[in-house]
């Protein structure tokens, strides 16, 4: 279906990224956030302020990002689309609700502008460090989708398809942008309505008397009722049966966390989302996301001068991981080259994904900056000798 | 238990039985709870206040009266710890038609969940909280919870509890509470009659009900068994409507003040943010009812 044009600011802006993400989830058809003020995010809910009343909607900041993250969970389950955003602290604080949301199939968008941590870090300044609290933050075993975008324009597309992730998958979906993509400020062009597409909720059609809140369709996916039509449903964070009801045994856990993990895990052709260039004939693979793809961008020319065939491989989708295409890549390339914020997150990802047939060099960076291009560079040449 | 079932006549019915999810019964409470009685009452103020039950939702925390939720034959969230009320703050804000009940226990409420109580209470969202208070943490065996009284034994204070307590209905009074009233599960008439009123009643209500843990509080601090706790509350109780709240602390052996404490009007969370946008945007703003997404 089509964006509802209320939501829909039509037109060539030039906005930062955190600005542009707000804009995305209006138009993917968010009238409902949650947020807790924490640096360098807090601009996507200060737009969102400013701009849901004449939207129609509603913005509430909470007490602390606990509250906001489950603030939306509720707003979701009274019919909203809906969603918060935080940074590294409070990224921590939600992950029990992260966690929440992927049991009870609550479909949500978090926000993670990141910046430099262990704890309170560096508040205003990028880091790529929480993409494997992203991943794995929560307890127990849950699959998530992150996507991570590498500009203004992508935080608003991508915004979108953040949401339109979450409908189709019924799942939280992590939006792992970095202070530089948060604070960068771009072209942004935003369709008209017509030209964004939605993925609707999955909402039931069942009567009441034959609707079963958490029987999987076909794709595993259950469908979705909203509080207040005369489902009288049961949504619960216990072990749960189809019917909702917590149920305490192995078998009924068994059903379903797999179920939890493999509705994602056997989509992750659809959920592949890469930007390549160069990789038919690379012999070294850059792989990167986010701000450091760009700086990337730059070492990526600097060793093709050098006469080396380098590629770029661009995650745009952090998870699902895309294991089978980093895979494919592996049997071509000689090497790939990492570089990321953080000290080898996702190095370790592609690592494992390329099964030894060929290299990983992890180009790592601490936080409170980008790469230098050279770094990157050097690491290519490295890869080719 | 099967046995039990069989020689009931099914003939008779339970007039709260269609307000249950009988397939769920046997519930897990101990013989001599009081949450049971505490549902009974809430789902006989459903009938009395004759509210639309496919407009009410009711959320819980965690613990044994967050099991409450998963009874009900309503549209029911079993929470996180302590988060039912920002749970039911999404919920009533994106569904401001929805009735929303919080049913949870003290130490979700007030522990774990104390910071989002208090400012549910300030911004006066329209939400009904009801409290179930047996004074200790009793789904994880009983230990000291912020409203366990001084030198109560616990499994966490095996030689008398020191701390302070907190005096739960001075807490939401303090912070703005609409409604504030306190009974015990002896107190079967005028409970149900306050919950009824508080599901007619717009803003942050809440009720705090005095609860027997006879398995873990009662019986660890040698008060007996749930019979005798009915007894000890009968004594015990005074029932003084409009007692300033600052006069209802809970000793471990002393009295246990009851009656509706605060009753007042003040707007509501949607009214103050509907009044002020309107004010401030004029035709700009656009009001919506539910959030009701495609």
Redesign the interface.
């Given at each position: 279906m089509q964006a509802d044009p209320r939501g829909v600011l039509t037109g060539v802006h030039f906005i930062d990224g955190d600005h542009a993400c707000c804009e995305g989830a209006l138009a993917a058809g968010a009238r409902f956030a949650a947020g807790y003020p924490i640096t360098p995010s807090t601009e996507v809910v200060e737009r969102f302020a400013a701009r849901i009343p004449t939207v129609g909607g509603t913005f509430i900041q909470m007490e602390d990002e606990l509250a906001a993250s489950i603030a939306i969970l509720g707003a979701v389950w009274g019919g909203a689309k809906a969603f918060t955003v935080t940074s590294g602290p409070g990224f921590s604080l939600m992950m029990e609700h992260i966690g929440f949301a992927a049991m009870t199939e609550t479909p949500c968008v978090f926000v993670n502008v990141q910046r430099g941590g262990p704890s309170t870090g560096l508040p205003t300044l990028p880091a790529q460090a929480d993409m494997m609290q992203a991943r794995w933050g929560s307890h127990g075993d849950y699959e998530i989708i992150a996507l991570s975008p590498n500009s203004p324009q992508e935080c608003f597309d991508l915004t979108i398809k953040a949401f339109n992730l979450a409908e189709q998958y019924r799942t939280p979906v992590m939006f792992m942008m970095d202070e530089c993509v948060g604070h960068m400020t771009e072209k942004v062009v935003i369709p008209r309505p017509e030209d964004i597409e939605i993925y609707p909720r999955r909402l039931t059609r069942k009567p009441p008397s034959e609707y079963k809140p958490y029987e999987p369709a076909e794709d595993l996916v259950p469908e979705m009722a909203h509080a207040g039509n005369g489902y009288r449903f049961h949504v619960t964070g216990l072990t749960h049966d189809e019917r909702g009801y917590p149920a305490m045994n192995a078998a009924t856990q068994d059903r379903l966390v797999r179920r939890l993990k493999e509705k994602i895990r056997a989509a992750e052709d659809r959920l592949t989302f890469v930007d390549e260039d160069g990789v038919e004939d690379a012999q070294v693979i850059v792989v990167s996301y986010g701000i450091t793809s760009r700086v990337a961008e730059r070492a990526i020319e600097m060793a093709r001068q050098k006469g080396v065939k380098t590629g770029r491989c661009r995650l745009i989708g952090i998870w699902p991981f895309p294991e089978k295409r980093i895979r494919a890549l592996a049997q071509r390339a000689r090497a790939f080259v990492v570089p990321e914020i953080n000290l080898g997150q996702i190095a370790r990802e592609v690592e494992r994904a390329a099964g030894g047939h060929a290299r990983t060099i992890s180009v790592t960076h601490a936080g409170g900056g980008v790469h230098r291009p050279e770094d990157i560079f050097e690491a290519i040449m490295e890869a080719a000798r | 238990m099967s046995a039990l079932l069989e020689v009931t006549n099914p003939e008779v019915t339970n007039p709260v039985e269609p307000f249950l999810?009988m397939?769920?019964i046997p519930h897990i409470w101990c013989p001599g709870c009081g949450i049971g009685t505490t549902v009974n009452c809430f789902t006989r103020a459903l009938i009395e206040s004759k509210v639309d039950?496919?407009?009410v939702?009711i959320?819980s925390g965690i613990g044994c009266s967050g099991r409450v939720?998963?009874y009900l034959?309503?549209?029911?969230?079993?929470?996180?710890h302590?988060?039912a009320?920002?749970?039911?703050?999404?919920?009533?804000?994106?569904?401001p038609?929805?009735n929303v009940v919080v049913y949870s226990g003290d130490g979700d409420l007030f522990a774990i969940g104390g910071?989002?109580l208090i400012?549910a209470a300030r911004r006066n969202l329209d939400i009904k909280v009801i409290c179930i208070n047996n004074l200790i943490y009793a789904m994880t065996g009983g230990q000291t919870a912020p409203t366990t009284p001084g030198e109560a034994i616990t499994t966490t204070a095996p030689y008398g509890c020191y701390e302070p307590a907190f005096n739960l209905c001075a807490l939401a009074d303090s912070a703005g509470a609409s409604y504030v009233a306190r009974w015990t599960t002896y107190h079967v008439r005028q409970l149900t009659k306050s919950m009824s009123e508080v599901m007619r009643k717009r803003g942050f209500c809440f009720i705090e009900i005095i609860s027997p843990c006879p398995t873990l509080y009662q019986r660890r601090n040698k008060m007996g068994d749930g019979l005798d706790t009915m007894k000890y509350y009968k004594q015990k109780s005074k029932v003084r409507h409009g007692a300033p709240t600052s006069e209802l602390a809970i000793t471990k052996d002393g009295e246990i003040v009851v009656g509706k404490f605060v009753d007042r009007d003040r707007p509501d969370y949607l009214e103050l943010?509907r009044s002020r946008?309107s004010e401030q945007?004029g035709d700009?703003?656009?009001?919506?009812e539910?959030?009701?997404?495609?």
């Amino acid at each position: 279906m089509q964006a509802d044009p209320r939501g829909v600011l039509t037109g060539v802006h030039f906005i930062d990224g955190d600005h542009a993400c707000c804009e995305g989830a209006l138009a993917a058809g968010a009238r409902f956030a949650a947020g807790y003020p924490i640096t360098p995010s807090t601009e996507v809910v200060e737009r969102f302020a400013a701009r849901i009343p004449t939207v129609g909607g509603t913005f509430i900041q909470m007490e602390d990002e606990l509250a906001a993250s489950i603030a939306i969970l509720g707003a979701v389950w009274g019919g909203a689309k809906a969603f918060t955003v935080t940074s590294g602290p409070g990224f921590s604080l939600m992950m029990e609700h992260i966690g929440f949301a992927a049991m009870t199939e609550t479909p949500c968008v978090f926000v993670n502008v990141q910046r430099g941590g262990p704890s309170t870090g560096l508040p205003t300044l990028p880091a790529q460090a929480d993409m494997m609290q992203a991943r794995w933050g929560s307890h127990g075993d849950y699959e998530i989708i992150a996507l991570s975008p590498n500009s203004p324009q992508e935080c608003f597309d991508l915004t979108i398809k953040a949401f339109n992730l979450a409908e189709q998958y019924r799942t939280p979906v992590m939006f792992m942008m970095d202070e530089c993509v948060g604070h960068m400020t771009e072209k942004v062009v935003i369709p008209r309505p017509e030209d964004i597409e939605i993925y609707p909720r999955r909402l039931t059609r069942k009567p009441p008397s034959e609707y079963k809140p958490y029987e999987p369709a076909e794709d595993l996916v259950p469908e979705m009722a909203h509080a207040g039509n005369g489902y009288r449903f049961h949504v619960t964070g216990l072990t749960h049966d189809e019917r909702g009801y917590p149920a305490m045994n192995a078998a009924t856990q068994d059903r379903l966390v797999r179920r939890l993990k493999e509705k994602i895990r056997a989509a992750e052709d659809r959920l592949t989302f890469v930007d390549e260039d160069g990789v038919e004939d690379a012999q070294v693979i850059v792989v990167s996301y986010g701000i450091t793809s760009r700086v990337a961008e730059r070492a990526i020319e600097m060793a093709r001068q050098k006469g080396v065939k380098t590629g770029r491989c661009r995650l745009i989708g952090i998870w699902p991981f895309p294991e089978k295409r980093i895979r494919a890549l592996a049997q071509r390339a000689r090497a790939f080259v990492v570089p990321e914020i953080n000290l080898g997150q996702i190095a370790r990802e592609v690592e494992r994904a390329a099964g030894g047939h060929a290299r990983t060099i992890s180009v790592t960076h601490a936080g409170g900056g980008v790469h230098r291009p050279e770094d990157i560079f050097e690491a290519i040449m490295e890869a080719a000798r | 238990m099967s046995a039990l079932l069989e020689v009931t006549n099914p003939e008779v019915t339970n007039p709260v039985e269609p307000f249950l999810r009988m397939e769920r019964i046997p519930h897990i409470w101990c013989p001599g709870c009081g949450i049971g009685t505490t549902v009974n009452c809430f789902t006989r103020a459903l009938i009395e206040s004759k509210v639309d039950l496919d407009r009410v939702a009711i959320v819980s925390g965690i613990g044994c009266s967050g099991r409450v939720a998963g009874y009900l034959r309503l549209d029911s969230f079993h929470t996180t710890h302590g988060r039912a009320i920002p749970f039911a703050t999404g919920l009533k804000l994106a569904n401001p038609s929805l009735n929303v009940v919080v049913y949870s226990g003290d130490g979700d409420l007030f522990a774990i969940g104390g910071n989002h109580l208090i400012h549910a209470a300030r911004r006066n969202l329209d939400i009904k909280v009801i409290c179930i208070n047996n004074l200790i943490y009793a789904m994880t065996g009983g230990q000291t919870a912020p409203t366990t009284p001084g030198e109560a034994i616990t499994t966490t204070a095996p030689y008398g509890c020191y701390e302070p307590a907190f005096n739960l209905c001075a807490l939401a009074d303090s912070a703005g509470a609409s409604y504030v009233a306190r009974w015990t599960t002896y107190h079967v008439r005028q409970l149900t009659k306050s919950m009824s009123e508080v599901m007619r009643k717009r803003g942050f209500c809440f009720i705090e009900i005095i609860s027997p843990c006879p398995t873990l509080y009662q019986r660890r601090n040698k008060m007996g068994d749930g019979l005798d706790t009915m007894k000890y509350y009968k004594q015990k109780s005074k029932v003084r409507h409009g007692a300033p709240t600052s006069e209802l602390a809970i000793t471990k052996d002393g009295e246990i003040v009851v009656g509706k404490f605060v009753d007042r009007d003040r707007p509501d969370y949607l009214e103050l943010m509907r009044s002020r946008l309107s004010e401030q945007l004029g035709d700009r703003y656009v009001e919506t009812e539910n959030l009701v997404c495609s």
